[in-house]
């Protein structure tokens, strides 16, 4: 039976399980703050190591998977989360929750793009929208975990979220083995994947999904504050998060088949592009009810073109070089999400509503116009959108 299953839903079923965790933990920090006396600082840099882990183990590790070894770094990448998870759920002090939160960072980023890797090459017709369903997967997850934390922190304890979580993620992870996963035949002989980033249309695609990550970085950053300020419903405010992930777990999977088909770096471009009017309209709107029916619009833009960047990724390298490529595609959000939410809030705090998010359009902008001038030749048609196989486009001129 198990044999039958597919790999986009099995390892998807994996990927959600993987992003439950982050959500867990966003979730219970204020609890550790006033159960271990831990300082707002040190929960901001318990959040924040965890994102720079990711994105060392997305450049250093995750190649490896490019070398026949897919397999073996998801499950040591699991295996890593999983003792990250128990280390975190247990831990009375910044210690061992900080040391938990960057074995799981690690983890999850070596984990991540192989399991991308495995699904591209599982289906390569519809890579697409397979990749949607990943990107499903791991928004879903991320929303389960604060209703996991809700139902069995206060009751239980602090512990029992992640235990939680640690167990689904470890009985999911036999499963993977009855799938079957394609290996190619030629091994990537590059130890690191930043070499892609000479291909014009691998650099074109990281950027374009980099500018994602900024919009993404500071809709997070900005949502609670602002609403506190315009004096939002409560309701509203806290439910904002949740409506807007609805439309990314319905819409992944079309979203994929449509870049996949139309051109990925047109989509993100258009995605981007509305996305830019959104985060502007956001700084302009007077009160927290239009923001809020506004972010509706929004997550329908997302949910149909967010996965276009990693799509174009894959259809831009050869296939013995997909971890690594999703990788360095990783990495680069992670950077960004992170290095974003710091400015943007600083922002608001100096300048105001209007210039923060004035700000995050901007810069959307001028990262969808390097990303198209990068891969001007891609998303003209002069390299076939299907293939998996196209050779590595010429070095940047630098």
């Known amino acids: 039976m198990l044999r039958r299953l597919s790999p986009s839903w099995v390892f998807g079923a994996l990927s959600a399980a993987l992003s ?4 867990v933990l966003f979730t219970v920090v204020g609890d ?33 998977a490019d070398r026949g070894r897919a397999r073996q770094l998801i499950v040591v990448g699991v295996i890593a989360n999983v003792v990250g998870l128990l280390m975190m759920g247990f831990g009375e002090s910044l210690g061992p929750i900080l040391a938990g939160r960057i074995i799981s960072g690690i983890g999850i980023g070596g984990a991540s793009p192989a399991i991308k890797r495995i699904v591209i090459l599982a289906d390569p017709d519809n890579l697409g929208q397979n990749l949607g369903r990943l990107l499903s997967a791991d ?26 979580v640690a167990a689904v993620t470890a009985a999911i992870l036999p499963a993977t083995f009855f799938v079957s996963a394609s290996e190619t035949k030629e091994a990537a002989s590059q130890r690191l994947a930043v070499d892609l980033l000479r291909s014009r249309v691998v650099a074109g695609a990281v950027v374009l999904g980099a500018a994602t990550f900024l919009m993404i970085g500071a809709f997070d950053a900005l949502w609670d504050v602002v609403h506190q300020d315009l004096n939002t419903s409560t309701w509203m405010a806290n439910l904002g998060i949740t409506f807007f992930a609805i439309p990314l777990v ?3 999977p079309t979203g994929g088949r449509l870049a996949q088909r139309i051109g990925p770096f047109r989509i993100a471009a258009a995605g981007l592009v509305a996305g830019a009017i959104f985060m502007f309209s956001y700084g302009q709107l007077p009160t927290g009810t239009w923001i809020f029916g506004l972010s509706l619009f929004h997550a329908v833009s997302d ?17 013995e070089r997909q971890a690594g490529a999703q990788g360095v595609m990783g990495a680069a959000q992670s950077l960004v999400a992170g290095f974003t939410a710091i400015i943007i809030g600083a922002l608001y705090d100096g300048a105001g509503r209007a210039a923060a998010y004035s700000a995050a359009a901007i810069g959307m902008l001028v990262m969808v116009t390097i990303g ?8 003209r048609g002069e390299m076939r959108r299907s293939t998996l196989t196209a050779e590595v486009e010429p070095p940047l001129p630098f």
């Open 303 to 319: 949910g149909l073109t967010i996965s276009a960047a990693g799509v174009a990724t894959a259809m831009a390298v050869p296939e």
């Open 32 to 64: 550790f703050r006033d159960a271990y006396g831990i300082s707002e600082t040190a929960i901001g840099v318990v959040i924040g190591v965890g994102f720079l882990a990711a994105f060392v183990s997305q450049v250093l590790i995750a190649p490896v």
């Open 250 to 252: 319905v819409l992944g």
């Open 20 to 23: 439950a965790g982050y959500g």
């Open 372 to 379: 198209l001038a990068l891969a001007i030749e891609f998303w």
């Open 139 to 164: 928004v879903f997850g991320f929303a389960v975990g604060p209703a996991i934390s809700a139902i069995l922190a206060g009751p239980v304890g602090l512990a029992a979220p992640f235990v939680v």
